[in-house]
Nanobody, 115 residues
Framework: QVQLVESGGGSVQAGGSLILSCAAS????????MGWYRQAPGKQRELVAG???????NYADSVSGRFIISRDNAKNTANLQMNSLKPEDTAVYYC?????????WGKGTLVTVSS
């Protein structure tokens, strides 16, 4: 009932920046929290950043101080500003939206950081 579409992925050199966007549609009134996860080669999917309805944010230790998550409820959009990118940030990034019943996932967008 919720559809999520990511955009903004691409290739960048170490030290560069990218902005990822997630657009939600469908039964958007069901969404409580939104966040960004990533899955790097050979690793499990992990939380990058999350934001609650109350505006609380949390970040993975590896991105704290470099990434910023924001949410525009009127536009049903969640953005991830990624700064000072490192090669270890290379991964497929997935948008997530949480409801009382289940989470919803986007199909992912690839971010590649070269050294």
């Amino acid at each position: 009932q919720v559809q999520l579409v990511e955009s903004g992925g691409g290739s960048v050199q170490a030290g560069g920046s990218l902005i990822l966007s997630c657009a939600a549609s469908g039964s958007i009134f069901l969404i409580n929290t939104m966040g960004w996860y990533r899955q790097a080669p050979g690793k499990q999917r992990e939380l990058v950043a999350g934001i609650t309805n109350g505006g609380y944010t949390n970040y993975a230790d590896s991105v704290s101080g470099r990434f910023i998550i924001s949410r525009d409820n009127a536009k049903n959009t969640a953005n991830l500003q990624m700064n000072s990118l490192k090669p270890e940030d290379t991964a497929v990034y997935y948008c997530n939206a949480g409801t009382r019943n289940r989470p919803y996932w986007g199909k992912g967008t690839l971010v590649t950081v070269s050294s």
